[in-house]
């Protein structure tokens, strides 16, 4: 069995390339680098315009024989930005002792370059004739993602290269390598809504249409609202208020309008547009509007030999079962499972998005084993 080379220097390369989304350049040509002197034949594309672009995304593929199995990794390099207050540079790579073993310092350790990179590790101990093997990586997860996986998987489709199995490298462990997995996410809308009124003076309302009272009456109603219960495998849907805007500086003027926005986190008992229909028939009763948009819809990668492959092999080098779950926010899963079935696995979140982000060395030897053992098994099934 070759020996899988050390996650770190790859680590340590693509945190200093900085990568704040929509992330093109430097750390493409970092991965890629890594990448072609593994047998890999790399494609890379820009997508969309400004402001959300351009995206630039990166599909990676190594072919094992004809007819063996395609396991596919994904992932993305672009990062939220570092802001204010780091103890070092967020994009100065920076090795720190700490009781619990050495550290990794820099934007993105986490979420996910330090995952991306026990992936090239990975793969790097893996025989070309084990199967074939490729990386989905993109540069516009962090952002809206219109124009990251999306356009990697019109890419995927148009050259017929599509895995029998994929697995996200998230960082899904909540308090030590290897206690969580994700086989499915929740649902996200977002609805902004609008109540139109007629302004007046506050001392002559009779003379005016006063939106907010029907705003508020709105928001009261779906505040009070119970979507579901939750189901065997995702936590009760929920309704949260997010913003409430009239924006009248004057004390005595009443307003020509209020709005508001609320977002929806939802299981697969519900789809967004169900939701989005079901919050605009109770805006209309109250002479308002909804606007919906729909981020991604639910889904549920049923426990499996698929979910069973990656417990084996979180367990054989952390001791570890990690439970299956579908909390937390939305991922680019939610694209990629209409390609096959997905998998989330990947290191402890507990610094993602925060100011000295940072992954225990030790984990992403451990992560980078996980992935050999995850992606052999796969193309052996």
Known sequence: MSEIPSVLPIAEALIACPSVTPATGMVFDCLEAQLAPLGFAVHRALSGEAPDGPVENLFAIRKGPEGSRHFGFAGHLDVVPPGEGWSSGPFLPERRPSPGGDLLYGRGAVDMKGAIA?????VAAIPAEAGTISLVITGDEEGVAKHGTLALIDHMQAVGEIPDLCLVGEPTSANRLGDMMKIGRRGSVNIWLEV??????????????????????????????????????????????TDIAIGNPATNVIPPKASARISIRFNDLHTGQSLADRVSAIAMRHGGTARAVISGEAFLTPPGVFSAMVAEAVKAETGL???????????????????CPVIEFGLNNATMHKRDEAVAIADLDALARIYRRVAEAALKA
Do not use: C
């Not at 026990?118 to 990975?122: L, R």
């Open 196 to 241: 139109e009124g007629r302004e007046g003076h506050v001392a002559y309302p009779h003379l005016a249409d006063n939106p907010a009272p029907r705003l508020v009456a709105m928001l009261a109603e779906l505040d009070s609202l119970v979507l579901d219960e939750g189901t065997d495998w995702f936590q009760a849907s929920n309704l949260e208020i």
């Open 321 to 339: 079962v990690p439970e299956a779950s579908t909390t937390g926010g939305t991922s680019d899963a939610r694209f990629l499972k209409n390609l």
């Open 118 to 122: 026990a992936m090239v590790a990975a």
